[in-house]
């Protein structure tokens, strides 16, 4: 599976939109892109998915570019309670299903 | 539906001391990982089971055992405790049909070895 970068941290003003950036240059074309979150120390939750339209659910939006290498978790009006560790992830679901790699993720701190 | 349960929450351990962590899933999914997160990083994947019956290694399997019991369970067993495996310990699973496979995780595991 792919691997993904991301900054190590963000701010963002509470109300505002928080986007949080990922790279993944080497994706291929049947990966999935993940975005998971982990608040504190509790373990961590999935918030959305896509492969290559970009996804919106109830929890956030995402934004992944034409050419795949790159993709955007939108948070629309972030509260202090999205403060938390986030995580872009890549894998293929159909076969090795273990080889995704969680990496450091980006610390988003929401701020009054 | 409980989810992903993880017990125990907390563990201390002596070194060379063995024991095991349990998980379990009443989701029906196929697919269950163990995986370890160290203080102020990403977690890392020890083992994971694709189906029942099946186990494989995942980045840092030395030191751990792992066994699918059935298609709820899956254990990670520590042979012989060191201070190198402090951690927090996590176990997820996922359904693994379909085109996407989103991971669900329990609520860790807290092991220290002294």
């Known amino acids: 599976d792919a691997k993904t970068t991301q900054p190590p941290s963000m701010d963002c003003a509470e109300g505002r939109a928080a986007n949080l950036p990922c790279n993944h240059s080497t994706i291929s074309g049947n990966e999935y892109v993940y975005w998971y979150r982990q608040i504190h120390s509790q373990g961590p939750q999935y918030i959305i998915h896509g492969l290559k339209n970009n996804e919106t659910n109830e929890m956030a939006s995402l934004i992944i570019t034409e050419d795949r290498k790159s993709s955007t978790l939108i948070l629309p009006h972030a509260t202090l309670r999205d403060t938390a560790v986030y995580y872009c992830i890549v894998r293929v679901t159909n076969t090795n299903a273990g080889k995704s790699t969680f990496g450091d993720g980006t610390t988003l701190t929401v701020k009054p | 539906n409980a989810g992903v349960t993880q017990t125990p929450k907390f563990q201390v351990l002596k070194t060379g001391q063995s024991m095991t962590l349990q998980c379990a899933q009443d989701m029906n999914h196929n697919s269950m990982y163990w995986y370890r997160q160290d203080p102020g990083m990403g977690l890392r994947l020890i083992y994971y089971s694709a189906s029942e019956g099946t186990t494989d290694k995942g980045e840092v399997p030395n030191g751990y055992n792992v066994s699918r019991l059935n298609k709820r369970e899956f254990s990670l067993r520590l042979e012989s405790a060191a201070p190198s495996q402090t951690s927090v310990y996590f176990c997820?699973?996922?359904?693994?049909?379909?085109?996407?496979?989103?991971?669900?995780f329990g609520p860790g595991t807290r092991l220290t070895v002294l």
């Open positions: 997820a699973s996922s359904p693994r049909t379909g085109g996407t496979d989103t991971q669900y």
